[in-house]
């Protein structure tokens, strides 16, 4: 009889689909036909995408695209194993050495996905007893991975520093981690990294940082936000940052010391038990990594576009955030405005995410503009225009 009284675990999930639909809240799949730059057809309709984050516009380029079908004609498709088994090919060692160049670091090792990536190393680095301090707003895979380890887990006010010494000091004894997004992806504003390094000296804390935003647009050749403060591997051992962005392929990687890395390979379960990342696709982001630091003028393009788009947002009193990156957010408050504002710029020829609740707190829906190398002055005039006819609420700025 007690089995009969057991919830219906679909039942259950479906019940809760339909209060987030019934709040207005519910996510739903768009499939993108074509891509032709920052140009999006789905179903009949051609968009100018403003919400893509391919921020140096390098994931249709033609020498990426030239090194994938070439590796792929030689090795394959799938890497048919594990990294451990044999499925660890020359263009996966060939990208983990120039990662660690790119970034000063001893070793990098691939992930198929951040998300893996950071549940990988805090479950290899943390266990019961141990504290892990995080920004608020850090990204849900760092948070995820913290609480997975069976550490405990501190959330700090975004960016507040004094808290998290606060949090780190009240556990003395702990082995300790700090982790934070060297660029906040919902957000756009940047870690006060600089302070947190020395936060974590003085408290003997590892510090972390998840750079998949940053990785490509900030620092010097594009090393990230970890180079733009002048940071490196002594101040910051754990860096993580994702191939899928401003690179524009996929996976994701760990950089630090050596030992960092081969303790990894022994321990970071999402590494041991996946298959690798397709061979073709290793060679594809090497050719990014060559080319994000070659080609200085797309970090310079992508800034000129930012400050215009800024400059212009002002001037019309948009509700814009503290951002200098190519996250842009326009906070509008409730998600009805938000989904609103997001629906009246696709009728107009734009695409434009609308961030909603729970990926953000209630009150904090916000229209999410990100930005490329591949956009042109005219088009962030465009999008600039189309916002000024939104009446959307005046800046409190």
Not at 63 to 75: C, G, H, S
Not at 289 to 316: D, N, S
Request: one cysteine or more; charged letters at 20%; hydrophobic letters at 50%.
């Amino acid at each position: 009889m007690a089995a009969a009284l057991r919830p219906d675990l679909l039942a259950r999930l479906a019940a809760q689909t339909a209060e987030r639909e019934h709040a207005q809240l519910l996510r739903r799949l768009r499939t993108i036909d074509r891509v032709d730059g920052p140009w999006l057809e789905t179903g009949h309709q051609r968009l100018l995408s403003f919400c893509s984050n391919d921020y140096l516009g390098l994931a249709q380029h033609p020498q990426l695209v030239a090194a994938l079908t070439r590796a792929a004609r030689e090795a394959g498709v799938g890497s048919t194993s594990a990294h451990l088994i044999c499925g660890h090919r020359t263009e996966h060692a060939e990208l983990e050495e120039a990662l660690a160049v790119w970034t000063g670091r001893e070793r990098a090792l691939l992930f198929s996905t951040g998300y893996m990536a950071n549940l990988g190393v805090l479950q290899a680095l943390l266990t019961s007893g141990d504290i892990c301090a995080q920004d608020k707003l850090n990204h849900a895979c760092l948070l995820d991975g913290a609480k997975l380890s069976g550490a405990e887990l501190k959330r700090y006010p975004h960016a507040d520093v004094a808290a998290a010494a606060r949090q780190l000091a009240s556990r003395p004894d702990a082995a300790a981690l700090l982790a934070t997004d060297g660029v906040f992806s919902m957000d756009g504003d940047i870690a006060p990294l600089g302070e947190l390094a020395a936060l974590c000296a003085k408290e003997r804390a590892t510090l972390m940082v998840d750079d998949a935003h940053g990785l490509g647009v900030l620092g010097q050749h594009g090393a990230g936000s970890i180079s733009a403060a002048n940071l490196g591997q002594y101040e910051v051992p754990l860096l993580m940052a994702t191939l899928g962005k401003a690179l524009g392929c996929a996976g994701a990687f760990v950089a630090g010391p050596a030992a960092l890395i081969e303790g990894l390979i022994q321990f970071a379960r999402p590494y041991i038990y996946t298959t690798a990342m397709p061979p073709a696709l290793a060679a594809a982001a090497l050719e990014a990594v060559q080319l994000a630091q070659a080609e200085g003028w797309r970090r310079q393009k992508l800034a000129t576009l930012i400050a215009r788009f800024r400059r212009g947002a002002t001037e019309l009193g948009l509700p814009l955030a503290t951002s200098t990156s190519a996250i842009q957010p326009l906070l509008l408050g409730s998600a009805d405005a938000a989904l609103a504002a997001a629906q009246a710029l696709e009728r107009q020829g734009f695409l434009v995410s609308a961030i909603r609740p729970p990926t953000v707190p209630a009150g904090q829906a916000r229209l999410r503009i990100t930005l490329s190398a591949a956009h042109e002055d005219a088009h962030v005039d465009r999008l600039l225009a189309a916002l000024e006819t939104l009446r959307l609420p005046p800046s409190s700025a």
